[in-house]
Structure formats: C-alpha cells, structure tokens
C-alpha cells in the first residue's frame, strides 16, 4: 500500500514539473522599466480608447515590426523591405502626380508599377505573385503597406479603402502584380475587378 502511494506521488510530482516546463517554455515574464513620457504617452492612449492595455499594445507592436520588417529599420530616415526602399507618402501627392498622367496611359503606368512590386515581393517574402493561391499573402503585404483592404472571391478582386481612385492604374497594378487581365466593374472606390483569365493566372 505504501509503495502504491510512494509511486502516485511520484507521477504527480511528474506531472507537476511537466506542466511547469511547459508553462515556463509558453510565458516568459519580462519586465520593461519605462520613462515617464512613455508611460504617460500609452496611458493616454489607453485612456483614449485608442489601445486596450499595455499587453495589447506591446503585442500590436511586434506584429507590426514583424509584418514591416522594421527590423531593416535605418532610423531615422531609411526604412527598407528587402531590396526596396519605403517611404511614408502624402496620398495626396501621390494624386498630384497620376493627375498629370494621360489617362490612356494611366493603365500601362499601373502595370509598370504593378510589376516593380511583383519582383519586390518575390525577392523579399519568396512569394511567387502570379500564384493565385498565394493571392492572399499579396494582399497581405499590401495591406500592411498602406495600398487599402484587398479582397478576392470567385472571379472578383474587391479593393475598399485604396490609396489611390484611379481605377485604370489599380486594374494595371492588379495585371502586372498578379499576372492576369481584369475587366472594371466600378470605377470609384471600393473597386471591383473581374479577372478575365483566372486559369491561366492559376497555372502560371
């Protein structure tokens, strides 16, 4: 009787530092000393509803270095992806300059670009574009990037919230960007775009 004892409170002790191991390999706790203005500027974003807690935050933030890349980060001045730099742009200049472009150029000029992202993408993540099954990690990194909120579903690709209005440059980034030919269906925003060779996008 003794010995049975003896063995079940050994499995149990077992069992206890099993679940401590695993638990220490889970969590980890870490202690982070913040300067008054720092603590004073999350606490002003807490209170403004703006953030739920420190943890959220803390949290948000390593989600957006990871899916930025920061840690390619020259600060201040210098941010790369890879083999491209990025700069944070006024959309507002942005328009500026597809306002003087003719708009029966405005088509080509979007794949030119639409391809200059194409080889970005494909050299940085390894992602090959013209892929459609890896389509929504494309429209992953745009989003991240600021370009708007990209959806697909059957044989429509849906943009809300894009950076740009100009529905003829964002149907020649989609075809550069994704190696397929798209019909307009709406020329203002959100846009809405049929691809016309979805098959042969899949295969390539």
């Known amino acids: 009787m003794l010995k049975d004892i003896t063995i079940m409170q050994e499995d149990k002790e077992k069992k206890l530092e ?11 706790r870490t202690t982070i000393i913040l300067e008054k203005e720092e603590r004073e500027f999350i606490d002003s974003l807490i209170r403004e509803g703006k953030e739920p807690g420190i943890k959220p935050l803390i949290s948000k933030m390593l989600d957006v270095y990871r899916s ?3 840690y390619d980060w020259r600060f201040p001045g210098e941010y790369y992806c890879g083999i491209s730099r990025i700069a944070f742009v006024n959309v507002e200049l942005i328009n500026i300059f597809i306002q ?20 970005s993408i494909e050299t940085t993540l390894g992602i090959q ?8 990690d494309v429209f992953k990194r745009l989003r991240v990037q600021g370009f708007g909120d990209f959806y697909i579903k ?15 440059i964002w149907a020649g980034f989609l075809e550069g960007l994704l190696g397929t030919e798209l019909d307009i269906k709406t020329p203002v925003p959100p846009f809405v775009f049929e691809i016309k ?3 042969s996008a899949t295969n390539r």
């Open 18 to 28: 099993e679940m401590m191991k695993k638990s220490n390999d889970s969590a980890k």
């Open 154 to 168: 059957d044989k429509y690709i849906l943009i809300k919230a894009p950076f740009i209005s100009e529905s003829e």
């Open 129 to 136: 574009t013209e892929n459609q099954e890896k389509w929504q």
């Open 197 to 199: 060779e979805a098959d």
């Open 100 to 119: 003087h472009i003719p708009k029966e150029e405005r088509r080509k000029i979007g794949r030119k670009t639409g391809e200059a992202i194409k080889i």
């Open 68 to 70: 930025m890349m920061i």
